[in-house]
T-cell receptor, first 110, second 120 residues
């Protein structure tokens, strides 16, 4: 069965700190991997996606993620967060259907 | 171009009532998926429609049903509402359906703002 696990439910960082959000998935076949962001009062937006090829994927707003097949992981990173990165972040896995993780709420202190 | 639109924005119903939620996909998109997002959780897949046919169904009771119209818009119906149905209902559209491995921009999903349903 498909499943997605996000390690942290809440993360609080100061501006300029580095960010890493963990995501592990379970699926036996070929997967496509996504990170979505939901800013306060806004709808879900795609941050980045992995289909195949280079396991290091760069997305919008300075975010990147690394697919490590042996660890079934797709962690999201950003070297230096800004106050405007305060949002909820969802990891998603598309096998036969798209499954979302429970989300991580990030709060960046100015 | 307009994005995915959903109506209504907010809805308040009482237990036992029925509700219909509407979604208009991005122009040219033929696939619509519905998700339920309960507070504090990620979106959960309910249905996917492509070319007016159901292509996938999540683990939701038969009280949940949906359909897609010739213009690719879609409706989600929920009968006999329960308190636990209170959630944000999201619609997502894509050019192609989600099923199967392999990805491309054709099955990248674009989400609407959602309909906030409160059941009292």
């Amino acid at each position: 069965a498909q499943s997605v696990s996000q390690h942290n439910h809440h993360v609080i960082l100061s501006e300029a700190a580095s960010l890493e959000l963990g995501c592990n998935y379970s699926y036996g076949g070929t997967v496509n991997l996504f990170w979505y962001v939901q800013y306060p009062g806004q709808h879900l937006q795609l941050l980045l996606k992995y289909f195949s090829g280079d396991p290091l994927v760069k997305g919008i707003k300075g975010f990147e993620a690394e697919f490590i097949k042996s660890k079934f992981s797709f962690n999201l990173r950003k070297p230096s967060v800004q106050w405007s990165d305060t949002a909820e972040y969802f990891c998603a896995v598309k096998g036969f259907k798209t499954i979302f993780g429970a989300g991580t709420r990030l709060f960046v202190k100015a | 171009d307009a994005g995915v639109t959903q109506s209504p924005t907010h809805l308040i119903k009482t237990r036992g009532q029925q509700v219909t939620l509407r979604c208009s996909p991005i122009s040219g998109h033929k696939s619509v998926s519905w998700y339920q997002q309960v507070l504090g959780q990620g979106p959960q897949f309910i249905f996917q429609y492509y070319e007016k046919e159901e292509r996938g169904r999540g683990n939701f009771p038969d009280r949940f049903s949906a359909r897609q119209f010739p213009n690719y818009s879609s409706e989600l119906n929920v009968n006999a509402l329960l308190l636990g149905d209170s959630a944000l209902y999201l619609c997502a559209s894509s050019l192609a359906p989600q099923g199967g491995s392999g990805g491309s921009s054709y099955n990248e999903q674009f989400f609407g703002p959602g309909t906030r349903l409160t059941v009292l």
